[in-house]
């Protein structure tokens, strides 16, 4: 439509955007006499004036944060960069003006303009609830490659830090949490060391979680915050190591007949198979069928990252099979299904092992099994490049050619096995 010199779309205003929106037609002006010029810019226009609703809307109905980023996408879609109402006031008076001439509605200023064009929304304060959810985002590049179950397993202490830190600080914003809070966090955390008789570490965990998330968050938005989250962990003192199984008792309980009958067959098998191959638990899991060869002279598994993200990249590998792991491979030549993903694993072995008495001591787990293997491979003085390759180690220095051939890998392994 044509107003003077210059052409308009005049369009009715979709019912859907009535709450705010107050006219029934909009006019916007196309800033051209050009029909040809105007039908080039019209969908622009129409494109940004509905984009501005949509802002408006998540801005009615969201939280703190929905509406406050809802602002920033109105002044974009209006034409400006989204200031806070501090800056708009220092801007240069004609600038200053236009931005009020846009947020006009019958005389008076719209607010809900206001509150994108002319930076009128609260910043909204961020909680530690709201930190962790906002850390997500962030950070989405390092679960690349996982299985729901390491995502999982790599989300729940973060949750389980910040659960704990709220039900000592309460839920409360960012840039109010205070040394005090800190340190009365760490007090409840002595307190429960003490009474549960959980190892320095447990806290520390939690202290590191926090740590993390926080400076994260605080970088990633950019809130200039001083967080009290230094100098909390307690002194850990010596570390507690796996242990490994003896070679006497890994044949004389656990590979005595009957011992492991009453473990479903899977799991027996991840257990069997672990002696002579020293796997993790978790690269027996994600074991597909094509990983598994027994058709060929060398028998043999491949560790790949199919289906989950491998710990490193030297955990990528050829082990050969041999003995007890050998037969539990026949036993279960397309994997195991049943624990693929399954957090369950270690949990069912590790009590089926404690009632049955199959524990060397009460600190013994199924990840001992791992420790065995490589404890055997140093008895026999093996080379140290082939047993990193068999233990999916890095090297302490720079890696070159391929390795060991299978064939003299699973000598090695023949050489232990049990």
């Known amino acids: 439509m044509l107003r003077g010199s210059t052409l308009y779309l005049k369009r009715a205003v979709p019912k859907i955007y009535a709450s705010v929106e107050p006219r029934r037609v909009v006019w916007a002006s196309l800033k051209t006499d050009s029909r040809k010029e105007a039908q080039l810019r019209e969908v622009e226009v129409w494109r940004d004036l509905v984009a501005g609703w949509e802002a408006m809307l998540r801005g009615d109905k969201g939280d703190g944060e929905t509406r406050y980023l809802a602002a920033q996408e109105l002044a974009r879609a209006r034409g400006f960069r ?53 850390y997500w985002p962030m950070v989405v590049d390092q679960i690349e490659g996982k299985s729901a179950d390491q995502i999982r397993r790599w989300e729940n202490p973060r949750k389980k830090a910040f659960k704990n830190l709220i039900s000592v600080t309460g839920d409360v914003p960012l840039s109010e949490i205070t040394a005090e809070d800190m ?84 799991a027996r098998c991840i257990l069997l198979g672990m002696i002579n191959t020293g796997y993790r638990p978790s690269e027996a899991q994600e074991l597909r069928a094509h990983h598994i060869r027994l058709d060929v002279n060398t028998p043999y598994i491949t560790i ?17 099979l041999a003995g007890i792991s050998l037969e539990a491979f026949r036993a279960c030549p397309e994997g195991f299904p049943r624990y693929r993903s399954n957090p369950n694993l270690s949990a069912t072995v590790n009590k089926f092992m404690r009632e049955n008495k199959l524990c060397e001591t009460p600190d013994h787990t199924l990840y001992g099994l791992r420790h065995s293997f490589e404890d055997r491979l140093l008895d026999r003085d093996t080379d140290e490049r082939i047993r990193r390759d068999l233990m999916g180690h890095s090297l302490n220095r720079e890696r070159y050619g391929k390795g060991a051939s299978l064939e003299k890998l699973a000598a090695v392994v023949q050489s232990i096995a049990l």
């Open 82 to 134: 989204f200031l806070p109402v501090e800056r708009v006031a220092k801007l240069p008076l004609p600038d200053m003006v236009e931005r009020i001439e846009a947020t006009m509605r019958g005389g008076e200023i719209d607010m809900k303009l206001a509150a994108g064009i002319l930076g009128t929304a609260a910043k909204p304060e961020l909680t530690l609830s709201g930190a962790l959810e906002a």
């Open 183 to 266: 340190l009365e966090f760490r007090d409840w955390w002595w307190r429960k060391l003490k009474k549960e008789g959980l190892t320095p570490n447990s806290a520390n965990k939690d202290f590191t979680y926090i740590a993390s998330t926080l400076r994260q968050v605080n970088k990633h938005k950019r809130l200039g915050l001083t967080l009290p989250v230094d100098g909390l962990a307690f002194s850990e003192g010596e570390k507690r190591t796996r242990l490994p199984f003896s070679e006497t008792w890994i044949k004389e309980k656990l590979l005595a007949p009957g011992a492991l009958d009453g473990l479903n067959l899977e």
């Open 304 to 320: 790949e990252p199919e289906g989950r993200q491998l710990k490193t990249a030297s955990s990528r590998r050829v082990i050969p």
